[in-house]
């Protein structure tokens, strides 16, 4: 990486240095934003949302280089110039590494997102019940999100996939404790299981050489993030946390943006959730869960989930204020989340749409969408966000009793989730 200097008023008047010959002399290609400044690990406090002018962010990398910048934001200039010195800064395309433990739903989904990305990259694999044969047809072939179309994919042998030329180092190991994380450089590895969801359990990945643990589901004791809506409370000493819920996930944005325009009093939220793989194909023994035994793509089955209550843990200010249920229905991917409140600040339908719309497009951009289209649950498969706003569907009882719809795609809006939650943890140490 090639140090930058400021220039001074004479330099100014023969330099007419853009965002993009800055971006260049650091050899940055890629100016679009989001992954650019992941690479640079600095995601978070350089680009907070996607409405931050580029001139802004570009000062904020160049101070991050140590450079120095006298040009007021108005010109539109960047005075930095490279020197041609080396520095002992991190290359700007180091990737964050990371490994996956259990390749199931989730952690399929979270690899295929990885492998999608600049800033981040997939070293290893840990799953003890299937071969490394089978692993690569399961990757491969997708009955939801259809075949993977990116790389060619192979086995190199019983202990590595190829990637196009990209191996990944797969285990298949029982115990956490031995699966050799270590040994690849995955300093990040997501707990994907379902098992080893509380953090005495996933602090078992730190023995063997990672530094950090995502749970891909709500814990009991973890630390618990929604992007978008409290990841700024991660502190770089918590080394194991949990992403939460595909739907807390949905719904901690939606409530979040209501509760600081309006105030929530109350609510009720229902989930209509796409079976998931805990479910039986036809009725079956369930002893916790009696209905929850019974055939999936033949019914609709009511059932709990913390999702609700799990929003107080990452918006306090709604702790006890909320809880809620779910259907479980016969389709195999989307969801939708109805949430039902009392508003403590008056405020029509149109009010509160539009405030939804404008967090849509600017904080919240990439994490809440809005929609006012004719949509159904397939119109979303593979929609990146964590949860799109229907306008059409909601109903208002009066200006201070409303029903509010939200759909997300609850396997690949939640991976999704995952991987920015690393990068942004990732930015934070």
Known sequence: MKKLKALDEDDLKDHSLNVEDVLKFNGLSDVDGLDLFSELKVLKKIFPNENTDMFGCVALVVDTMGATLVTPAATGRALVEPTGEEDNIAPSDKKIKIGINGFGRIGRLVARVALQRDDVELVAVNDPFITTDYMTYMFKYDSVHGPWKHHELKVKDSKTLL???????????????????????????????????????????????????????????????????????????YDIVSN???????????????????????????????????????????????????????????????????????????????????????????????????????????????????????????????????????DFIGDSRSSIFDAKAGIALNENFVKLVSWYDNEWGYSSRVVDLIVHIASQC
Not at 201 to 214: E, P, R
Not at 285 to 313: E, L, Q
Not at 348 to 362: F, M
């Open 163 to 237: 990637f196009g030329e990209k191996p990944v180092t797969v285990f298949g190991v029982r115990n956490p404790e031995e699966i050799p994380w270590g040994e690849t450089g995955a300093d990040f590895v997501v707990e994907s299981t379902g098992v080893f969801t509380d953090k005495d359990k996933a602090a078992a990945h730190l023995k063997g050489g990672a530094k950090k643990v995502i749970i891909s589901a709500p814990s009991k004791d973890a630390p618990m993030f929604v992007v978008g809506v409290n990841e700024n409370e991660y502190k770089p000493e």
């Open 244 to 378: 939460a819920s595909c739907t807390t996930n949905c719904l901690a944005p939606l409530a979040k943006v209501i509760n600081d325009r309006f105030g929530i009093v109350e609510g009720l939220m229902t989930t209509v959730h796409s079976i998931t793989a805990t479910q039986k194909t036809v009725d079956g023994p369930s002893s916790k869960d009696w209905r929850g035994g019974r055939a999936a793509s033949f019914n609709i089955i009511p059932s709990s989930t913390g999702a609700a209550k799990a929003v107080g843990k990452v918006l306090p200010a709604l702790n006890g204020k909320l809880t809620g249920m779910s259907f479980r229905v016969p389709t195999v991917d989307v969801s939708v989340v109805d949430l039902t409140v009392r508003l403590a600040k008056a405020a029509t339908y149109d009010d509160i749409k539009n405030a939804i719309k404008e967090e849509s497009e600017g904080k919240l951009k990439g994490i809440l969408g809005y929609t006012e289209d004719d949509v159904v649950s397939t």
